[in-house]
């Protein structure tokens, strides 16, 4: 089975910090994906990335970047943490191609006080 | 208008009955519709994909894709307890270049009762 790891399930930050999240998968998938779920929004997509050191935005980037140095390792930085951070993070990898599933991490509930 | 709207529910329906979920999308470029089930406090997992007009059958399931109507839904028969969830819908839409980097809506909560 296929498994991503986030390495943290919840997260409490102050304003202002440095923050990093950290997902791994374990399937040798190219494809790697940030999301944050918030009630009543679902699920927005943050970055993604199809390639090691390759990312591209999602609809939702402002606030954030993204690090991908091995193909089995995406973070997402929160370079100034701000209250309007909080939310859960989902991480997701897949194969490459459009009709693959995604398959998600247990995701990190990040409070920013 | 949001890209991909559904119902938030609750759907309240009892155990043995089918739900049917819906979802709506804006681009018409889009090729590709998931239904993924979220249970309280876990992760997304898929249940369903369909790529092309028409019904797809999987066991209890039933995905149908309208793609002149910009319409999918989902069809649970014989509906039991253990599929109180929500139900995202996702699309991939034309602009995703060839990547399956999907739009979600915000879910339909679904709750069996017995």
């Known amino acids: 089975d296929v498994k991503v790891t986030q390495s943290s399930r919840y997260l409490v930050k102050r304003t202002g910090e440095k923050v990093f999240l950290e997902c791994v998968q374990d399937m040798d998938h190219e494809n790697m994906f940030w999301y944050r779920q918030d009630p009543g929004l679902g699920l927005r997509l943050i970055y993604f990335?199809?390639?090691?050191?390759?990312?591209e935005k999602g609809d939702i980037p402002e606030g954030y970047s993204v690090s991908r140095e091995k193909k089995e390792r995406f973070s997402l930085i929160l370079e100034s943490a701000s209250t309007n951070q909080t939310s859960m993070y989902l991480c997701?990898?897949?194969?490459?191609?459009?009709?693959?599933?995604?398959?998600f991490g247990s995701g990190t509930q990040l409070s920013v006080l | 208008q949001k890209e991909v709207e559904q119902n938030s529910g609750p759907l309240s329906v009892p155990e043995g009955a089918i739900a049917s979920l819906n979802c709506t999308y804006s681009d018409r470029g889009s090729q590709s519709f998931f239904w993924y089930r979220q249970y309280s406090g876990k992760s997304p997992e898929l249940i369903m994909s369909?790529?092309?007009?028409g019904d797809k059958e999987d066991g209890r399931f039933t995905a149908q894709l309208n793609k002149a109507s910009q319409y999918v839904s989902l069809l649970i028969r014989d509906s039991q307890p253990s599929d109180s969830a929500t139900y995202l819908c996702?699309?991939?839409?034309?602009?995703?270049?060839?990547?399956?980097?999907?739009?979600f809506g915000a879910g339909t909560r679904l709750a069996v009762h017995p």
């Open positions: 369909i790529y092309s007009n």
């Open positions: 990335s199809y390639d090691v050191k390759m990312k």
């Open positions: 997701a990898s897949s194969l490459g191609g459009p009709n693959e599933k995604l398959f």
């Open positions: 996702a699309v991939s839409p034309g602009r995703s270049g060839g990547y399956n980097k999907l739009i």
